[in-house]
């Protein structure tokens, strides 16, 4: 029945929601992977490593064309073109195995958006296994798909008769409810197309907001969410032993509830240590995928330092791989927001507290730095600015979802504070980089209330409010200006960051409301 739904003709082998364990073995039959001592499944995903985002479409007609935000984002695409690239697709597995999996996303009935995934790759199926949420076993036996992912790595495009940049494509049709990824074997392709299609159907239809971002729950039902983009301990500071994790990547705010999106984790592991990220590090055995990573010479065992292939190696697991997370996926209205931003200039102070309008301007801004060294050709700090903290994935205009923020944010009451994870007594190469016992001090207070009764100082030109004083954490760290040797040297640093956050956020300015205008720097 599922095979007629999707139009797949006579397919050599149609294989139906395989588990774990059977995908596996078609992996290593089909020369895809090899197991790691851990008993994970290690694969390549050969050219591309990453996503391709001048090769990430949108299908523009009726219901696009005037809501998408088009861009070099979101790039629009014919829809005639469309479907016959959908029927050669078809026409091509008409001799090739397939396998076929159910899903869903969202942790939340009013809102599951059911998945059917076509694959011709074993590891690409139990990929979205591990990643989209997995259906009870009664819910197999009527299929109830939203949205259709037909995902053919080895099929490439004709970019004089398809329409296409380049031979690899991902291809959103939001009105036929269809994702095509081609020419490429990057996985990660297949979550954040779903990703980019809660983007836009659950704010623009449903008024609900949908985050790039970790969330926890306390032991009193207080749910905080976390936002930064890589580097700015993102995962790290979400994953607290006192608290149960929701999710670490992706979550939509409805009301009183926030719920995940997804049914696992996708983590990086270069430089993986138990020590550092225990959890993570556990998660990787038998079920779990690891892309683009090597053997220690001679063994079995996982070199996460090996950086030969790429910089983004990953691993991809069920949530239930980690301990301590909320079942179901779903927490409270939160009562805390934290913006992570590493700012390698050294003038945002560790932790500060924000109005509603500052909120959504620093939502829009999606801050943080590249230090020197992470890039070739990178000697000083470099100011990185993503809206949302997740452009990339945005169909919307980011002024839509800061608004959203911003009613949210009022209508529960929330704190929003604004953590610097990066430098302090100067910037990258000269000051030194926030310890991360501080920083888990910081949040602690502000999940505590400890931070309600403190005196806050304005910061002069960001006009962010400082606190004075926080529980196990000096009090000279808490002002950025005081920990500089040369206080003339911190403000004319501050007016160069001020002006970059001017310069990004001008192109969003005709967009946005007053409120959020008032919430940028004031120096």
Same mark, same amino acid.
């Given at each position: 029945?599922?095979? %007629?739904?999707?139009? &797949?003709?006579?397919?050599?082998?149609?294989?139906?929601?395989?588990?774990?364990?059977?995908?596996?073995?078609?992996?290593?039959?089909?020369?895809?992977?090899?197991?790691?001592?851990?008993?994970?499944? /290690?694969? *390549?995903?050969?050219?591309?490593?990453? #996503?391709?985002?001048?090769?990430?479409?949108?299908?523009?007609?009726?219901?696009?064309?005037? !809501?998408?935000?088009?861009?070099?984002?979101?790039?629009?695409?014919?829809?005639?073109?469309?479907?016959?690239?959908?029927?050669?697709?078809?026409?091509?597995?008409?001799?090739?195995?397939?396998?076929?999996?159910? !899903?869903?996303?969202?942790?939340?009935?009013?809102?599951?958006?059911?998945?059917?995934?076509?694959?011709?790759?074993?590891?690409?199926?139990?990929?979205?296994?591990?990643?989209?949420? @997995?259906?009870?076993?009664?819910?197999?036996?009527?299929?109830?798909?939203?949205?259709?992912?037909? %995902?053919?790595?080895?099929?490439?495009?004709?970019?004089?008769? *398809?329409?296409?940049?380049? =031979?690899?494509? !991902?291809?959103?049709?939001?009105?036929?409810?269809?994702?095509?990824? $081609?020419?490429?074997?990057?996985? +990660?392709?297949?979550?954040?197309?779903?990703?980019?299609?809660?983007?836009?159907?659950?704010?623009?239809? #449903?008024?609900?907001?949908?985050?790039?971002?970790?969330? %926890?729950?306390?032991?009193?039902?207080?749910?905080?969410?976390?936002?930064?983009?890589?580097?700015? $301990?993102?995962?790290?500071?979400?994953? *607290?032993?006192?608290?149960?994790?929701?999710?670490?990547? =992706?979550?939509?705010?409805?009301?009183?509830?926030?719920?995940?999106?997804?049914?696992?984790?996708?983590?990086?592991?270069?430089?993986?240590?138990?020590?550092?990220?225990?959890?993570?590090?556990?998660?990787?055995?038998?079920?779990?995928?690891?892309?683009?990573? #090597?053997?220690?010479?001679?063994?079995?065992?996982? %070199?996460?330092?090996?950086?030969?292939?790429?910089?983004?190696?990953?691993?991809?697991?069920?949530?239930?791989?980690?301990?301590?997370?909320?079942?179901?996926?779903? +927490? *409270?209205?939160?009562?805390?927001?934290?913006?992570?931003?590493?700012?390698?200039?050294?003038?945002?102070?560790?932790?500060? @507290?924000?109005?509603?309008?500052?909120?959504?301007?620093?939502?829009?801004?999606?801050?943080?730095?590249?230090?020197? +060294?992470? =890039? /070739?050709?990178?000697?000083?700090?470099?100011?990185?600015?993503?809206?949302?903290?997740?452009?990339?994935?945005?169909? &919307?205009?980011?002024?839509?979802?800061?608004?959203?923020?911003?009613?949210?944010?009022?209508?529960?009451?929330?704190?929003?504070?604004?953590?610097?994870?990066?430098?302090? +007594?100067?910037?990258?190469?000269?000051?030194?980089?926030?310890?991360?016992?501080?920083? @888990?001090?910081?949040?602690?207070?502000?999940?505590? $209330?400890?931070?309600?009764?403190?005196?806050?100082?304005?910061?002069?030109?960001? $006009?962010?409010?400082?606190?004075?004083?926080?529980?196990?954490?000096?009090?000279?760290?808490?002002?950025?200006?005081?920990?500089?040797?040369?206080? =003339?040297?911190?403000?004319? /640093?501050?007016?160069?960051?001020?002006?970059?956050?001017?310069?990004?956020?001008?192109?969003?300015?005709?967009?946005?409301?007053?409120?959020?205008?008032?919430?940028?720097?004031?120096?």
């Amino acid at each position: 029945m599922v095979q %007629n739904l999707l139009g &797949l003709g006579q397919v050599k082998k149609f294989n139906f929601n395989l588990p774990p364990a059977a995908l596996v073995e078609h992996a290593i039959l089909n020369g895809e992977g090899v197991l790691a001592d851990t008993g994970a499944l /290690m694969v *390549d995903t050969g050219k591309f490593t990453g #996503r391709s985002p001048n090769d990430r479409y949108i299908v523009s007609d009726d219901k696009t064309l005037q !809501a998408v935000w088009w861009s070099d984002i979101n790039i629009p695409f014919d829809a005639q073109k469309f479907d016959a690239l959908h029927r050669k697709m078809l026409d091509y597995l008409e001799d090739k195995t397939v396998y076929v999996r159910q !899903a869903h996303a969202c942790a939340h009935d009013n809102y599951r958006l059911g998945i059917t995934v076509v694959n011709t790759w074993a590891w690409h199926n139990l990929f979205c296994y591990n990643l989209f949420m @997995r259906p009870e076993e009664q819910a197999l036996l009527s299929p109830n798909t939203d949205f259709t992912i037909i %995902n053919i790595p080895e099929f490439q495009a004709d970019p004089l008769t *398809d329409g296409t940049r380049s =031979e690899n494509f !991902a291809i959103l049709n939001l009105s036929k409810n269809i994702i095509l990824i $081609g020419g490429t074997g990057y996985a +990660g392709e297949m979550k954040k197309g779903i990703f980019s299609v809660l983007n836009f159907k659950l704010p623009h239809e #449903r008024g609900v907001l949908s985050m790039h971002c970790s969330a %926890n729950v306390g032991k009193k039902g207080d749910t905080a969410i976390f936002f930064g983009l890589s580097g700015t $301990g993102k995962t790290t500071l979400s994953a *607290d032993p006192n608290r149960s994790l929701i999710g670490d990547d =992706e979550h939509g705010w409805a009301d009183e509830t926030v719920f995940n999106f997804e049914g696992g984790c996708y983590a990086k592991v270069v430089d993986l240590t138990r020590e550092k990220e225990p959890e993570i590090y556990d998660a990787i055995r038998f079920g779990t995928i690891v892309e683009n990573t #090597r053997f220690v010479e001679g063994q079995r065992t996982i %070199n996460y330092a090996d950086r030969s292939v790429t910089q983004n190696t990953r691993t991809a697991y069920p949530i239930h791989y980690i301990p301590n997370i909320m079942r179901p996926s779903r +927490g *409270d209205a939160p009562q805390n927001i934290f913006f992570l931003a590493a700012d390698a200039f050294g003038v945002l102070p560790p932790i500060s @507290r924000l109005t509603a309008g500052q909120a959504m301007y620093h939502f829009i801004s999606g801050y943080t730095a590249k230090v020197a +060294g992470t =890039e /070739m050709g990178v000697k000083e700090p470099q100011a990185t600015f993503s809206a949302c903290f997740g452009a990339a994935f945005l169909p &919307l205009h980011p002024t839509r979802y800061a608004d959203l923020l911003g009613k949210k944010i009022n209508q529960h009451q929330v704190n929003v504070w604004l953590i610097n994870t990066g430098w302090s +007594g100067g910037g990258y190469g000269v000051g030194s980089r926030m310890k991360l016992s501080y920083t @888990r001090a910081m949040i602690t207070a502000a999940l505590n $209330g400890d931070l309600d009764q403190v005196s806050y100082t304005k910061h002069p030109i960001f $006009g962010i409010e400082m606190p004075d004083s926080c529980p196990n954490v000096p009090s000279e760290l808490l002002h950025p200006r005081n920990t500089w040797e040369d206080p =003339e040297a911190y403000d004319h /640093m501050a007016l160069h960051l001020a002006g970059l956050f001017r310069d990004n956020f001008s192109r969003y300015e005709d967009f946005a409301s007053p409120q959020i205008l008032a919430g940028g720097p004031i120096g």
